[in-house]
């Protein structure tokens, strides 16, 4: 399984946004900390989406994906706190954004499971994004959602598409009380603002993760669909710029759903 290889155009998936972001960030006069950490992030992503060995039966990706879920609703009571936002976990100077380091990792574990499960399973992890709150995460899982939907096209994806677009709908009713951070959030506008080849560079590359559809198919649609919303959402309101802002948990978790991919390519 470890010994698998990834198309180019997979890793580019990963590659592009990153590598722009990074353009970006030296660019502007980022803080060098951030840079070497988004840099770290990528070449530990690009390892583990290499080598990482994902497990293979049925019941050993249930188990994996319940783990995710129950880190979620951990994350939310006792993960890192700011304003009353739990969000995080904290190792050593780096603070982990647990949504974005695993639910890209929950996105391709879903597609090996039956639809009932795989639904439940999602539906409960955008329950958990609830409570955090973390509204850019729960709208990225409702397109993960309706990635499956489109997929499967069976009664259990649907009737789970149409309880996280209720439970979405639920994300308009918090309040994001976190004020945004430059190179974090909305990137891309602060590009445009400076530079608007730029911001239209960045613009394109948050769309890089449909990159993996071309190596994958159709089994990378619900990733592509989480990584592509969770970015599209900085342009909505003060939302991380996944890849391309500051943050090395997206980067990393984007590493481990690439791995989940190369794995399951592997096992058929």
Not at 117 to 138: E, M
Not at 221 to 234: N, T
Request: with cysteine.
């Amino acid at each position: 399984m470890a010994g698998a290889r990834l198309p180019l155009a997979t890793l580019a998936a990963l590659v592009v946004p990153v590598v722009a972001g990074l353009s970006w960030m030296v660019a502007g006069g980022a803080p060098m900390a951030w840079i070497a950490v988004n840099a770290g992030a990528l070449a530990l992503g690009l390892a583990l989406a290499a080598m990482l060995p994902m497990p293979q039966r049925a019941d050993g990706v249930t188990l994996l994906a319940a783990a995710i879920v129950a880190a979620l609703f951990v994350t939310a009571f006792a993960g890192t706190s700011v304003d009353g936002v739990a969000r995080w976990v904290t190792l050593g100077p780096i603070r982990l954004h647990v949504g974005y380091l695993l639910l890209p990792l929950l996105a391709v574990l879903a597609t090996r499971l039956a639809s009932a499960r795989a639904v439940a399973l999602l539906v409960l992890a955008l329950l958990a994004t609830l409570l955090q709150p973390d509204r850019a995460a729960t709208f990225a899982i409702v397109a993960t959602l309706a990635a499956l939907a489109h997929v499967r096209r069976d009664r259990a994806s649907f009737v789970g598409l149409i309880v996280a677009i209720a439970g979405g709908s639920a994300a308009f009713a918090t309040h994001d009380s976190l004020a945004p951070v430059r190179w974090v959030e909305a990137v891309q506008d602060d590009a445009c603002q400076v530079q608007p080849v730029a911001g239209l560079a960045l613009t394109l590359a948050t769309l890089a993760p449909l990159l993996v559809l071309r190596g994958q198919g159709a089994n990378a649609l619900p990733l592509a669909a989480f990584l592509v919303a969770a970015g599209l959402m900085a342009f909505a309101g003060p939302y991380p710029s996944i890849l391309i802002g500051y943050g090395a948990a997206p980067i990393l978790g984007f590493g481990l759903a690439l791995a989940a991919l190369r794995c399951q390519g592997t096992g058929r």
